[in-house]
């Protein structure tokens, strides 16, 4: 069992930063691959990133990719999301998600963590 728990989200203009956090529980962490996902208000869940249980491989949507950086400290169990350069389409909740399935697909992932709000004011 994983708990997650996310942490950094806010209100910032466009072109400005955040830093997302997403501290798991539980000894296992560093034998899941991680993933960030996105959801807007009446849209569908998105994929936005994903990183390897060793996190040396990482993979990034399009719409993110060059903008975001994914990152995970495997002894502080936790996983990161870097945003630069963002623009109002990034406002959405955002979540993390634990899986044994390196996937950009939501159903692959195993566990979830609440969601923290991303605004982006223009």
């Known amino acids: 069992q994983v708990q997650l728990v996310e942490s950094g989200g806010g209100l910032v203009q466009a072109g400005g930063s955040l830093r997302l956090s997403c501290a798991a529980s539980?000894?296992?962490?560093?034998?899941?691959?991680m993933g960030w996902f996105r959801q807007a208000p009446g849209k569908e869940r998105e994929f936005v990133a994903r990183?390897?249980?060793?996190?040396?491989?990482?993979l990034y949507a399009d719409s993110v990719k060059g903008r975001f950086t994914i990152s995970r400290d495997n002894a502080k169990n936790t996983v990161y999301l870097q945003m630069n350069s963002l623009k109002p389409e990034d406002t959405a909740v955002y979540y993390c998600?634990?899986?044994?399935?390196?996937?950009?697909?939501?159903?692959?992932?195993?566990?979830w963590g609440q969601g923290a709000q991303v605004t982006v004011s223009s």
């Open positions: 998600a634990a899986g044994s399935v390196w996937s950009v697909r939501s159903a692959n992932y195993d566990y």
């Open positions: 990183i390897s249980a060793s996190g040396l491989g990482t």
């Open positions: 539980g000894r296992t962490f560093s034998t899941y691959a």
